[in-house]
Antibody, heavy 121, light 112 residues
Framework: EVQLVQSGAEVKKPGESLRISCKGS????????FGWVRQMPGKGLEWMGI????????EYSPSFEGQVTISADKATSTAYLQWSSLKASDSAMYYC??????????????WGQGTLVTVSS | QSVLTQPPSVSGAPGQRVTISCTGS?????????VHWYQQLPGTAPKLLIS???VRPSGVPDRFSGSKSGTSASLAITGLQAEDEADYYC????????????FGTGTKVTVL
């Protein structure tokens, strides 16, 4: 079964940088797209972007483009979500997901356990 | 940009049937857009519940069912159980040139 194991909770100050990770099952990592979904406290789900680890092709939601960087290391089957300068409004739970589906009818079939990011001075 | 609207909450007694609607708007959400559903139990990550409008993944009880007609989709839970108390989200894919994933606004199901 596919497993997505995310890095642990983080507490950071505004202006600091951060990279969180998501390690996938090796046998599926380079043949699937992986993405990130944000859930702010008490709020709904927001898609941030996705990456194809085999060639690092990346697509971003317009709401998050320029705000975060998504990357992947296929040698370690790990996807990353990175901020260069955190804001308090980045405080949220972040989920790693695997994309499934058919052409332009996509969904997320596997979810990581979530990484809680808290940004506070 | 497409928007998927759900009722904020629905409730029912154990054993009852409840339905959650998911209504699309925007020029890029049409009759050909499939809808998928996720269940998020309290304090846990979301889990895929229904794909392609009606398909239940292995392990999902058959009391959960989905349907779609035109630009509206529904999730039904029959024989409601206490363990079904959770948040439910619909999701579709905006098939415009810059396609992206759209989530519904979410529905809290309360078992009375």
């Amino acid at each position: 079964e596919v497993q997505l194991v995310q890095s642990g909770a983080e507490v950071k100050k505004p202006g600091e940088s951060l990279r969180i990770s998501c390690k996938g099952s090796e046998y599926t990592f380079t043949s699937s797209w992986f993405g990130w979904v944000r859930q702010m406290p008490g709020k709904g789900l927001e898609w941030m972007g996705i990456i194809y680890p085999d060639d690092s092709d990346t697509e971003y939601s317009p709401s998050f483009e320029g705000q975060v960087t998504i990357s992947a290391d296929k040698a370690t089957s790990t996807a990353y979500l990175q901020w260069s300068s955190l804001k308090a409004s980045d405080s949220a739970m972040y989920y790693c997901v695997r994309r499934a589906g058919t052409y332009r009818q996509y969904y997320f079939d596997y979810w990581g356990q979530g990484t809680l990011v808290t940004v506070s001075s | 940009q497409s928007v998927l609207t759900q009722p904020p909450s629905v409730s029912g007694a154990p054993g009852q049937r409840v339905t959650i609607s998911c209504t699309g708007s925007g020029s890029n959400f049409g009759a050909t857009s499939d809808v998928h559903w996720y269940q998020q139990l309290p304090g846990t990550a979301p889990k895929l519940l229904i794909s392609f409008n009606t398909v239940r993944p292995s392990g999902v009880p058959d009391r959960f069912s989905g349907s779609k007609s035109g630009t509206s989709a529904s999730l039904a839970i029959t024989g409601l159980q206490a363990e079904d108390e959770a948040d439910y989200y619909c999701q579709s894919y905006d098939s415009s040139l810059n396609g992206f994933f759209v989530f519904g606004t979410g529905t809290k199901v309360t078992v009375l």
